[in-house]
């Protein structure tokens, strides 16, 4: 736990990797879907442009860049394809 958490919100430990979720092996260009500032820092959810993987991030305030808190998973069935996302 962070001097932050609390028991409440403390990190989950990751689960092993699932091999039949695991993302493709490529250069992963995230955009992020999503933000919530936290205790921790900003939670953010990306999406992988190219093959929809997913990941859950945070950029901890004071740091340079966003680390990942999850593994990247692959678009699920009820995922939109890479090419419906919207470009804003």
Do not use: F, K, N
């Amino acid at each position: 736990m962070t001097a932050a958490s609390s028991a409440d919100t403390a990190s989950i430990p990751l689960a092993p990797p699932d091999p039949s979720r695991s993302a493709p092996a490529h250069e992963h260009a995230w955009e992020t879907r999503s933000r919530h500032r936290t205790a921790d820092g900003m939670l953010l959810y990306v999406r992988c442009v190219a093959c929809g993987a997913q990941r859950v991030d945070l950029h901890a305030a004071g740091t340079a860049a966003p680390t990942a808190l999850s593994r990247a998973l692959r678009a699920g069935p009820t995922s939109p394809p890479p090419e419906a996302v919207s470009r804003r």
